[in-house]
T-cell receptor
Framework: DAMVIQNPRYQVTQFGKPVTLSCSQT?????MYWYQQKSSQAPKLLFH???????NEADTPDNFQSRRPNTSFCFLDIRSPGLGDAAMYLC???????????FGPGTRLTVL | DAKTTQPNSMESNEEEPVHLPCNHS???????IHWYRQLPSQGPEYVIH???SNVNNRMASLAIAEDRKSSTLILHRATLRDAAVYYC????????????FGTGTSLTVIP
């Protein structure tokens, strides 16, 4: 089945130690998104790629970066994780001009 | 971005209909109304969406007020598997592909 895959499902990192979360998709969608979801809160959009064009949300901290080397893969890099960055990170995809986003299961990040 | 307002939580008995309300008084003419739900420990999943007319699919129905300032997601027979957080989201196709989630309604289904 076509899907959105996030690895790992659980990630533990140390305060200040760079970490990379990955997302891959077999849907061949041209738009990919990263959301941050803190405990008991709604998902918050960090940024998205429209093909290779990167679109950052105005309030996304500089500590968060993203790479999309090809259509199938997208990475979220947190350069210096702080305790406040502990959250579930959700990847989603969509086909531009259509209405549905398809979400992965998320990666739960713990910062020690 | 237009905002949505939903009750924080609702309860329903199993096998009874559930009506989940959403207010979006600042909706624009090009905003689509989307509903997603998030089951525990999973990513959100699409439920239904519409623009002006009521919509039905295998999961739910969406009733949209005539002035479009509110909408209601209807689950016709709640099951225990429907226990989730339900998000009402406005999306303007003219401004991009982004979703901005509201606070959502946590639905508890009572056996």
């Amino acid at each position: 089945d076509a899907m959105v895959i996030q690895n790992p499902r659980y990630q533990v990192t140390q305060f200040g130690k760079p970490v990379t979360l990955s997302c891959s998709q077999t849907l061949n969608h041209n738009v990919m998104y990263w959301y941050q979801q803190k405990s008991s809160q709604a998902p918050k959009l960090l940024f998205h790629y429209y093909d290779k064009d990167f679109n950052n949300e105005a309030d996304t901290p500089d500590n968060f970066q993203s790479r999309r080397p090809n259509t199938s893969f997208c990475f979220l890099d947190i350069r210096s994780p702080g305790l406040g960055d502990a959250a579930m990170y959700l990847c989603a995809t969509s086909l531009a001009g259509t209405d549905t986003q398809y979400f992965g299961p998320g990666t739960r990040l713990t910062v020690l | 971005d237009a905002k949505t307002t939903q009750p924080n939580s609702m309860e329903s008995n199993e096998e009874e209909p559930v009506h989940l309300p959403c207010n979006h008084s600042t909706i624009s003419g090009t905003d689509y109304i989307h509903w997603y739900r998030q089951l525990p420990s999973q990513g959100p999943e699409y439920v239904i969406h519409g623009l002006t007319s009521n919509v039905n699919n295998r999961m739910a129905s969406l009733a949209i007020a005539e002035d479009r300032k509110s909408s209601t997601l209807i689950l016709h027979r709640a099951t225990l598997r429907d226990a989730a957080v339900y998000y009402c989201i406005l999306r303007d196709l003219n401004t991009g592909n982004q979703f901005y989630f509201g606070t959502g309604t946590s639905l508890t289904v009572i056996p």
